[in-house]
Nanobody, 118 residues
Framework: QVQLVESGGGSVQAGGSLKLSCVDSGSIFNFCGMEWYRQAPGKERELVSTITRAGIRTYADSLQGRFIISQDKSKKTLYLQMNDLKTEDTAVYFC????????????WGRGTQVTVSS
C-alpha cells in the first residue's frame, strides 16, 4: 500500500520560490514512476513533471525551465523545486505515483496549496 503525503505549499509573492516534498510510505519507492500534477481553480488537473526510478525527468512545456523535480530514494521522498513563481502557478499541487504507466496502480496524495500573489 502506498501513501503519499505532500508538504511545503504556502503563499509567496511572484518571483519567489517554494520547494514541495512528497513522502512515499510504500515499500518500494518510485516503482512505476512518480509525478507532480496541479489543479488551478476552475481548471482541469494538469501534469507538471514526471520522474522515473532511474531519474529520467519530463516537464510541462509551459514551465519554461522554472521547476525542477528530484527524488531522494533513501528518504523515499519526491521534491518539486519551484522558482520564479508566477500568479498563474497558483494551484493545488498533487504528488502521484504510477499514473503514467499502464499496468501500474495509480496513487495520489491529497495535495498542497500554492498561492502566488502579485
Amino acid at each position: 500500500q502506498v501513501q503519499l503525503v505532500e508538504s511545503g505549499g504556502g503563499s509567496v509573492q511572484a518571483g519567489g520560490s517554494l520547494k514541495l516534498s512528497c513522502v512515499d510510505s510504500g515499500s518500494i519507492f518510485n516503482f512505476c514512476g512518480m509525478e507532480w500534477y496541479r489543479q488551478a481553480p476552475g481548471k482541469e488537473r494538469e501534469l507538471v513533471s514526471t520522474i522515473t526510478r532511474a531519474g529520467i525527468r519530463t516537464y510541462a512545456d509551459s514551465l519554461q525551465g522554472r521547476f525542477i523535480i528530484s527524488q531522494d530514494k533513501s528518504k523515499k521522498t519526491l521534491y518539486l523545486q519551484m522558482n520564479d513563481l508566477k500568479t498563474e502557478d497558483t494551484a493545488v499541487y498533487f504528488c502521484a505515483a504510477g499514473t503514467r504507466v499502464s499496468g501500474c496502480r495509480p496513487y495520489w496524495g491529497r495535495g498542497t496549496q500554492v498561492t502566488v500573489s502579485s
